[in-house]
């Protein structure tokens, strides 16, 4: 199943991959509060160019740019939204300018996407789970989360399987109209739902055996411990947003 | 005293009228390795559940009778206090495997009960090497085998370095080769570490030989106990259904036909193989 290879999370050791989530998560923040506060082309140009090192020092090119392609669509939407709406409000005329802010208007979408994607292409879900839970997120939370990655596959084949044994026995899946379509699927799902609840039990009852609620303090295998590249990224996340305020109110930024 | 003693145990599940397991009496004393068999349906697995507490916290219904297990008694106390006395590894590794990787799952239970880092680590370490799985301990539970899988569920009870460990059919998932890996597992740590075992299997061909008490259950009693050559050399026992050794049935055909094998039921093919051997040269 395809659509759930973007979720299979790659483990490769780079520099990136090794800082800690909460530092990355917080120079994402940094990286979308700067691309709010600008509604100019150069600066979200610079902003896009930014993420570029991390991408490289990551070698996640090809997923990243598969995320890219995959946003494309929305930023071409938002784009011919923003240029109609100026049209027709506008007297039906389109200035330069007006052309600059749709075109922000994307860029900026396109570099929230951007820095998600490397983000979440660069983070395993197991150091996630590790810093939801030392972020004080109840542990059952961060448990659920980390257990819902770890089945992802579990299901994906599951109900590969399921599909098989239904078209097995003359299921058609890919006839008739678009409703008649998803219609066809109900008898994959069922069995799917069905067989999931009955795995849940049976996840419970290993968890109940292994001492699941013994004592209110858990501890934990791991611990995430800021290193020398955390504290980098997190100057150049200060830096970001810093001179990112700075420009907005000091510096005259030029347009097209 | 016994290590886990029942008296008169019956239990019926919610909802259900017939009790799954009845008036079920045994005594399995320190460092034996026990093997439970019996046709499907029997209360073989009600009855493991029983010894960590999961019958009857986690599933209700109704019991009657005694159990301690490691000097405890089971009806008052939760699972979670159990868990350090009794391991319990399940029929099929895929669901009892929740972290995305395998030294994180064997360290579940010691962050349940909130061992130290250290204290974990060295027991995390032993366990993985004990059950040979060390050098995988990074990869994720999905991206390895099932065999493989079923030896990171015994490590992650073993870990919590309980005194007995529960095995409710570890190998109906997993092919001959790998099935007779993880018997060899279990039975080092039988040995080596004294760890008692019960053992829930119908493969006997595969695991007749480890064992030195024998119980066969067949609707919810237990009918025959105690030493497999006994048991499996009387008729009763083919009556149940029990899927008898085939080297042990050999030896009862040979012997049926007037050969002298000598009066040790052989329980593998290796000690029939010797005792046939030592009769040709005869």
Redesign the interface.
């Known amino acids: 199943m395809s659509i759930f290879d973007g979720l299979k999370f790659r483990r490769v050791n780079s520099i990136i991959h090794n800082l800690d989530p909460r530092i990355k998560f917080i120079y994402v923040i940094g990286v979308f509060i700067a691309a709010l506060l600008f509604l100019q082309i150069i600066p979200l140009v610079a902003l896009f160019l930014l993420q570029l090192p991390f991408v490289f020092l990551a070698r996640v090119q090809r997923q990243w740019m598969r995320s890219l392609r995959g946003a494309a669509f929305l930023a071409g939407f938002i784009f011919f939204i923003n240029i109609v709406t100026i049209f027709l409000g506008n007297n039906y005329t389109v200035t330069p300018s007006n052309i600059e802010g749709a075109l922000s208007m994307t860029l900026r979408f396109v570099v929230l996407v951007e820095s998600f994607s490397v983000f979440f292409l660069t983070t395993?879900?197991?150091h996630l789970?590790l810093a939801l839970e030392q972020s004080r997120v109840p542990y059952e939370f961060a448990?659920a989360f980390?257990?819902a990655?770890?089945f992802v596959?579990?299901l994906a084949e599951e109900a590969q399987t399921i599909m098989d044994a239904q078209k097995a026995r003359g299921l058609e899946l890919e006839k008739g109209n678009l409703l008649k379509r998803i219609r066809n699927y109900i008898p994959i799902l069922i069995p799917l739902i069905v067989s999931a609840i009955r795995?849940s039990l049976?996840?419970?009852?290993?968890?109940?055996?292994?001492?699941?609620?013994?004592?209110k303090?858990?501890?934990?295998?791991?611990?995430l411990r800021l290193h020398k590249g955390d504290y980098v990224l997190l100057g150049i996340t200060a830096i970001i947003v810093i001179g990112a305020i700075y420009a907005y109110f000091y510096v005259s930024i030029p347009t097209l | 005293m016994a290590l886990i003693e029942t008296r008169n145990l019956t239990y019926t599940y919610p909802g259900i009228s017939k009790p799954s397991i009845e008036d079920v009496s045994i005594q399995i004393e320190k460092g034996e390795f026990v093997l439970i068999t019996g046709p499907s349906g029997c209360g073989k697995t009600t009855l493991c559940r029983c010894f960590?507490g999961?019958v009857p916290?986690?599933y209700q219904g109704e019991i009657k009778g005694d159990i301690t297990v490691a000097g405890i008694n089971t009806l008052d106390h939760h699972?979670?206090?159990l868990?350090?006395h009794v391991?319990?590894v399940?029929q099929?590794p895929?669901?009892?495997?929740?972290?995305?990787?395998i030294?994180?799952d064997v360290?579940?239970?010691?962050?349940?009960?909130?061992?130290?880092?250290e204290a974990?680590?060295q027991k995390?370490d032993w366990a993985l090497h004990q059950t040979g799985i060390y050098d995988i301990r990074d990869r994720?539970?999905?991206e390895i085998s099932g065999g493989q899988q079923q030896r990171v569920a015994i490590a992650?009870?073993l870990a919590?370095e309980p005194e007995i460990i529960v095995l409710d059919e570890p190998t109906s998932f997993l092919d001959p080769l790998s099935a007779e890996k993880i018997f060899e597992v279990i039975y080092k740590l039988n040995k080596e570490q004294g760890i008692t075992v019960v053992l829930i299997e119908h493969r006997l061909d595969l695991t007749a030989k480890y064992t030195n008490h024998l119980i066969v259950m067949d609707q919810g009693r237990v009918c025959l106990e105690g030493d497999p050559r006994d048991i499996l050399s009387k008729e009763e026992t083919q009556r149940i259904g029990v899927g008898i050794p085939k080297a042990t049935l050999l030896y009862q055909m040979l012997k049926k036909e007037g050969c002298s094998l000598g009066n040790r039921t052989p329980l593998c093919s290796e000690e029939l193989a010797d005792q046939i051997l030592e009769a040709l040269s005869r």
């Not at chain 1, 049976?202 to 004592?215: D, F, K, N, V």
């Open positions: 395993s879900p197991d789970g448990f980390t257990t990655v770890r596959p579990v795995r049976e996840l419970a009852e290993a968890m109940e055996s292994r001492a699941w609620g013994a004592c303090k858990r501890t934990n295998l791991y611990t | 960590n999961l916290h986690f699972t979670y206090e868990a350090k391991g319990l399940f099929n895929e669901n009892q495997l929740f972290a995305l990787s030294e994180k360290a579940f239970g010691l962050e349940n009960v909130g061992a130290s880092r974990m680590r995390v994720s539970p999905h992650s009870v919590m």
